[in-house]
C-alpha cells in the first residue's frame, strides 16, 4: 500500500526514442523487473463529481489480478512535479469490487489499455508506458524531488517535456482532437489500430 505520491511524467517523442530510453533503463538499472499489459478503468457518479474535485478511483486489470487505488487531489510542485496521497491494494474480490462499486453509484466513465516495463534504481520506480492514440511516457516515482532528479538526469531527460496531466486528460485532449466521441471514453490499442485502418 502506498501513502504518498511524488512522481514526474516526461512524453517520450518517438519508438526510436523509445527505444533509446529502454536501452538506457537496463544499462543503468537491469532488467525490467515486471513487463505486463492492462486495463485501467476509473470509476466516477454520473455528473463526474469526483473528477471535479480531483479525485480519483481506479481498477487496475493485469490478467486475474485487480488492484484498487484511491488517490487524493494532485499538488503540482515548481519542479514540474506532483504529490498526492495514494492507497493502493490488491482486490480480494475480484469481479465482485464492480459490482460494489456501481452499487454505491459509481461506474467506468474511461477505460484506457497500456503497455508497461518497470524499472527500480535505489528508492525510485521508472516505468515505461506506451498506450493507445497518446503515445509513449516515463513516469519516475521517488521518496524525494532530489531522487527523481537523479534518475532525470541519467536517462539524460532533463531536456524533455514534463506532463502535468494525467492519462486520463491526455486521453480526453487527444479524442477531442480526432473528433471520436468522449462519452464512455474507452481506448484499447484494437481500436486505435481500426481508427488507423478507416482513416488512412
Not at 489499455?113 to 521508472?126: L, P
Request: aromatic share 8%.
Amino acid at each position: 500500500m502506498k501513502l504518498n505520491e511524488l512522481e514526474i511524467k516526461i512524453k517520450i517523442e518517438s519508438d526510436v526514442h523509445f527505444h533509446k530510453v529502454y536501452e538506457r533503463c537496463n544499462q543503468l538499472f537491469g532488467s525490467p523487473i515486471s513487463h505486463f499489459s492492462q486495463l485501467d478503468e476509473y470509476y466516477d457518479t454520473p455528473d463526474g463529481q469526483l473528477k471535479k474535485q480531483d479525485l480519483v478511483i481506479r481498477i487496475r486489470t493485469s490478467g486475474a489480478k485487480k488492484t484498487i487505488a484511491l488517490k487524493s487531489p494532485r499538488v503540482d510542485l515548481p519542479s514540474g512535479m506532483t504529490s498526492r496521497i495514494e492507497l493502493e491494494f490488491l482486490s480480494a474480490e475480484g469481479e465482485k469490487v464492480h459490482q460494489q462499486l456501481t452499487n454505491q453509484g459509481l461506474n467506468p466513465h474511461e477505460a484506457a489499455e497500456k503497455e508497461r516495463w518497470t524499472f527500480v534504481y535505489q528508492e525510485c520506480e521508472i516505468v515505461l508506458d506506451k498506450l493507445p492514440f497518446i503515445g509513449s511516457f516515463i513516469e519516475i516515482e521517488g521518496p524525494s524531488e532530489a531522487a527523481i532528479k537523479e534518475v532525470v538526469g541519467l536517462l539524460d531527460l532533463s531536456s524533455c517535456e514534463v506532463i502535468r496531466k494525467n492519462y486520463g486528460e491526455l486521453m480526453k485532449d487527444k479524442f477531442h482532437e480526432l473528433q471520436l466521441p468522449l462519452t464512455n471514453l474507452h481506448a484499447t490499442f484494437a481500436k486505435e489500430a481500426e481508427y488507423k485502418l478507416n482513416t488512412y
